[in-house]
């Protein structure tokens, strides 16, 4: 199946700092990225749909200028928690569907954040 | 609105079968997926239905019918790696990805 690569797997950082985490598709050109946020014993939870060469659309309740999404290229978007505080603690996961077909999302390895 | 219903969690033993379920209700539908994650790694594709009827692959096995709003995930012979959360996800008719909150399958020897 495709491949869709994330990084860094784990970061600590302090708060007020900001922290970028990288996903990129690796064999396949990915226009569209989603972003999710899962707290612990929670499902997934859709924060943003990445667009290649556009802005990213925002689910409700998720503040694009603490999480600012950029998909510069067709295989690459980041996702960059903007002044981060403990409870922006999370693990975030991205991912991406092959363009034009109808077949399931492929994920990144995920990124567990905390912050102290 | 769009609602997936699934169990929060279930228990089976080691070798036996278990079945958990999923209904939803969405503003059209492309297809239902299943996924595993396992604690702290993302979630891995299983299978993918979009016709009525059962999907077979090795121990696991996925069927749907669409008229019930209804999926199910059988998993036989079980092993303990099988203990992980399985989640259930619609595509609606925008063909965005709905989610379910996830089923916990623990495993006893």
């Known amino acids: 199946g495709a491949v869709v690569s994330q990084h860094p797997s784990r970061v600590i950082c302090k708060s007020g700092t900001s922290v970028k985490i990288e996903c990129r598709s690796l064999?396949?050109?990915?226009?569209?990225m989603f972003w999710y946020r899962q707290f612990p014993k929670q499902s997934l939870m859709l924060m943003a749909t990445?667009?290649?060469?556009?802005?990213?659309?925002?689910e409700q309740g998720v503040e694009k200028d603490k999480f600012l999404i950029n998909h510069a290229s067709l295989t690459l978007s980041t996702l960059t928690v903007t002044s981060a505080h403990p409870e922006d603690s999370s693990f975030y996961i991205c991912?991406?569907?092959?363009?034009?077909?109808?077949?399931?999302?492929?994920f990144g390895q995920g990124t567990r954040l905390t912050v102290v | 609105g769009q609602n997936i219903d699934q169990p929060t969690e279930m228990t089976a033993t080691e070798g036996a079968i278990v079945q958990i379920n999923c209904t939803y209700q969405?503003?059209?539908?492309?297809?239902l997926f299943w996924y595993q994650q396992h604690a702290g790694e993302a979630p891995t594709f299983l299978s993918y239905n979009v016709l009525d009827g059962l999907e077979e692959k090795g121990r696991f096995s996925s069927f749907l019918s669409r008229s019930k709003g209804y999926s199910y995930l059988l998993l036989k012979e079980l092993q303990m790696k099988d203990s992980a959360s399985y989640l259930c996800a619609v595509q609606d008719s925008n063909y965005q990805l709905i989610w379910g909150a996830g089923t916990k399958l623990i495993i006893k020897p």
């Open positions: 991912s991406a569907r092959i363009p034009g077909q109808n077949t399931e999302a492929f």
């Open positions: 969405t503003s059209g539908f492309n297809g």
């Open positions: 064999d396949f050109q990915a226009t569209t």
């Open positions: 990445s667009n290649e060469g556009s802005k990213a659309t925002y």
